[in-house]
């Protein structure tokens, strides 16, 4: 169907954005067979982890990684998104992305200074769900919480 052929088409574009943040070259997006691309789509299509990570496994052994694809949405405001530094040696947290991008939701409070949501009992974050910590690093979220097309997808209400 059409409806279906668009959703395909967006993601792919999506995919293919995420590439040039990680890789930071339009050279591995450029690199993927038609046949991939059509085998990864069929993995999703067919709830088939399997036929999706047998093409994932080979895009992602082309070259180092050098920023991990975030995607924020704040209410229902248009969502943010921007590369974050994805080398293994980065230790960004979720706490200081959150803090970056979002000043006006979370900050630096109490004697510590640790980063907490301004107004704790109003603001929750969930990734794929999960209020994960903002102490944890945005690569190990990126690598355990990723979506198909390879953005982190970091929801604040």
């Excluded at 967006?10 to 997006?29: D, G, I, P």
């Excluded at 895009?59 to 943010?80: C, D, E, N, T």
């Amino acid at each position: 169907s059409s409806v279906m052929h668009t959703v395909e088409r967006s993601f792919r574009n999506s995919l293919k954005q995420a590439l040039f943040l990680e890789y930071n070259s339009t050279k591995v997006a450029n690199s993927i067979t038609k046949q991939s691309h059509q085998q990864i789509w069929d993995g999703i299509l067919q709830s088939n982890f399997n036929l999706y990570h047998q093409v994932n496994v080979e895009i992602q052994k082309k070259q180092s990684l050098h920023h991990v694809p975030v995607r924020l949405f704040i209410q229902s405001k248009p969502p943010i998104q921007r590369p974050c530094r994805g080398q293994a040696n980065n230790n960004t947290k979720l706490g200081n992305l959150l803090m970056e991008w979002a000043p006006h939701l979370f900050g630096k409070t109490g004697n510590k200074g640790e980063i907490q949501a301004l107004e704790p009992t109003r603001t929750k974050w969930m990734i794929q769900g999960i209020q994960a910590p903002l102490s944890i690093s945005i690569l190990d979220l990126w690598q355990a919480l990723c979506h198909p097309d390879h953005f982190l997808y970091i929801v604040v209400v």
